[in-house]
């Protein structure tokens, strides 16, 4: 449900942004699920995944290129992993990383802005 809710929020703040819901990402990932479901996503398309830990690290660790394990996201944690072409196993690359307290930081300094 939390998850469902965070998704939620990222596409009412990006117009225009779809929301797909799939137990591919509920606990016990299902790598050959997710890759059938990303094989269907244009290549130049920009796509958030939202899930739960260890799951998400576990796939963030995998996507990126000379990570032996997972990458340490930790509840309410971002980061951004580019591909060239379509999202496979090792052969993303790191673009940024946000702790919690980071991306709360950006949130309070945006509240100020508006």
Not at 17 to 36: C, I, Q
Not at 57 to 84: H, Q, T
Not at 96 to 109: E, I, T
């Amino acid at each position: 449900m939390r998850a469902r809710e965070t998704a939620e929020a990222l596409v009412r703040a990006r117009n225009g942004a779809r929301l797909k819901v799939t137990e591919v990402l509920a606990g016990g990932l299902n790598s050959r699920e997710l890759n059938a479901l990303l094989a269907d996503v244009d290549a130049a398309a920009t796509v958030v995944l939202v899930g739960h830990e260890p799951d998400l690290g576990l796939l963030a660790g995998a996507f990126v290129g000379g990570v032996s394990g997972p990458l340490p996201l930790k509840k309410a944690g971002a980061c951004a992993i580019e591909f060239d072409g379509r999202p496979r196993r090792g052969a993303g690359v790191l673009l940024w990383f946000a702790a919690p307290r980071m991306l709360r930081a950006l949130g309070k300094g945006r509240n100020r802005e508006a």
